[in-house]
């Protein structure tokens, strides 16, 4: 979505990227002022309440200015940047050239990602107004880091008298780009949990830090602080009267926003217009778990992802297949139950940058080879932060698997536009009755949640125990698949 403001300069303004968003949130800049761009180059990384996206730019020209820093959240519609083109551009990337020309060339190409670090040769830039040219004690290198260390231009020393010379300062460190380099997940990651990326150490390939390396930040111990003398008195404690400063070391603010949210709308809102209830019920899966291993050595399902949610998802979709009534929804404007004659099963995936709920279209005409396929992209590209708005659109019915954090099970909330959600709790050995004995079986809980406005006590029952009959006796999926 662009706006002409004269015959030179164009406004890009902030797309809906997703059906109905009403804002995103700039989370980075791949250009900035002086840069040329090109029809289709990607100019930034924005946030929405579904996903990050990638904005590409629709012509070519030379950025003449970013209207909002990186972190800001704008309305869709509002211009974000502002380019010249045509005549415009030419005469914007004169001064820059002059520029660039004085400026040292990186020997060598650095290892950078995509977005981030410093370009060799297409990306030009004017200089800074009221930029001054470094003394002649900072080295070049020395005010590129203090620019990327978040300080600006460093400011010009005062007169000093001279001094004797000082020993041979030790090499600066190699500067490899703007910041950092990380993936936008892991930056997500650092910010939420309050860690520099300066300070990171990283592990990845080309310098590049990854999760691990956040988290290891996280848990790295503090410097240990000397003690003092024994001699000195302590300090009095605060009379109750006396004011006292406010901690800011004992808590974080997170501010709300993007994926979180929107899930804590949604949640809200569903929670409190469809009334819900949850059935439960304890099944004896080990056959399943049998069949699993089974498959894993199978060639069709050879890199394929292999796993009991598969075989729950499947179960579901039987469930469905029988109980067809459950796959609906709610229209409460036109007073009406929508029966769904497709299934898009949603996968509640936790991800660095909140709780998602992708899902996948049209599961119910797949193959169990063609589901685990789509399980297992719909796991990795919401790992790597990557879900595209349209995938989180649209879902019919959803599964929670909270038994990978060893949790027995719990009482799902509804997806809004949608009537039931099933809850896979832990699959553990237990002790379990099985033909008059008492033997070691693997056990799981299920937990369906429905909308008891359109699923009542009968259909939901219908469903959770043909999903806990397939489990037991995975036979079942080829008789009444």
Same mark, same amino acid.
């Given at each position: ?75 869709? &519609?509002?211009?974000? /940047? ?29 290892? @950078? ?16 107004? &009221? ?11 020395? #005010? ?21 010379? #000082? ?40 310098? /590049? ?67 819900? @209830? ?24 050879? &890199? ?158 219908? @469903? ?18």
């Amino acid at each position: 979505m662009t706006t002409m403001t004269d015959s030179s300069v164009r406004e890009f303004k902030m797309p809906d990227v997703g059906e109905g968003l009403t804002e995103a949130e700039i989370l980075k800049w791949y250009v900035q002022p002086g840069d040329t761009v090109t029809d289709g180059q990607v100019v930034c990384e924005v946030e929405t309440a579904k996903a990050a996206v990638e904005l590409p730019i629709p012509y070519d020209g030379v950025v003449r200015e970013l209207h909002f820093p990186e972190g800001t959240t704008v309305d869709v &519609g509002t211009s974000i /940047i502002a380019v010249a083109v045509g005549d415009g551009a030419a005469a914007a990337e004169e001064p820059v050239q002059e520029a660039v020309a004085e400026e040292p060339k990186p020997e060598g190409r650095q290892p @950078v990602l995509v977005g981030y670090g410093v370009s060799t040769s297409s990306t030009k830039r004017r200089p800074r107004k &009221g930029a001054q040219a470094p003394a002649a004690a900072q080295t070049p290198s020395a #005010a590129i880091q203090a620019e990327l260390n978040g300080h600006g231009p460093a400011a010009p020393a005062a007169p000093a008298a001279p001094a004797a010379p #000082a020993a041979p300062a030790a090499p600066a460190a190699p500067v490899t780009g703007d910041r950092p380099l990380a993936k936008p997940p892991v930056r997500k990651l650092a910010k939420d949990l309050g860690v520099d990326l300066a300070t990171v150490v990283p592990s990845g390939p080309d310098g /590049i830090i990854t999760r691990e390396d956040v988290h290891a930040a996280v848990a790295a111990p503090e410097p240990a602080q000397t003690a003092a003398p024994r001699s000195e008195p302590a300090a009095p404690a605060p009379s109750p009267s006396a004011p006292t400063s406010y901690d800011t070391t004992r808590e974080t603010r997170i501010p709300v926003k993007g994926v979180r949210k929107a899930t804590a709308a949604a949640m809200v809102g569903s929670a409190f217009t469809a009334p819900h @209830v949850t059935e439960f019920v304890t099944v004896d899966v080990t056959r399943t778990m049998k069949l699993v291993e089974e498959l894993k050595q199978d060639k069709e399902y050879t &890199g394929l992802r292999v796993n009991p949610l598969l075989l729950i998802a499947k179960a579901l979709l039987v469930a469905i297949k029988r109980n067809p009534d459950i796959n609906a929804s709610w229209d409460e404007a036109a007073q009406e139950i929508v029966v769904k004659h497709y299934v898009n099963l949603g996968i509640a995936a936790a991800t660095p940058r909140g709780l998602i709920v992708p899902n996948i279209k049209d599961a119910h005409a797949q193959t169990l080879p063609q589901l685990a396929g789509s399980l297992g992209e719909l796991v990795s590209t919401a790992r790597e932060g990557k879900t595209s708005p349209a995938a989180m659109q649209g879902g019919t019915v959803t599964i929670t698997n909270v038994g990978v954090f060893g949790v027995d099970t719990g009482t799902p909330i509804l997806n809004p536009g949608e009537s039931a959600i099933l809850a896979v709790g832990a699959i553990k050995l237990q002790p379990w009755v099985h033909k008059g004995k008492v033997k070691p079986r693997q056990v799981t809980t299920l937990a369906l949640s429905f909308d008891h406005r359109l699923v009542d006590g009968e259909l939901g029952s219908k @469903v959770l125990a043909d999903v806990a009959a397939v489990l037991e006796q995975p036979k079942r999926l080829i008789s009444w698949a």
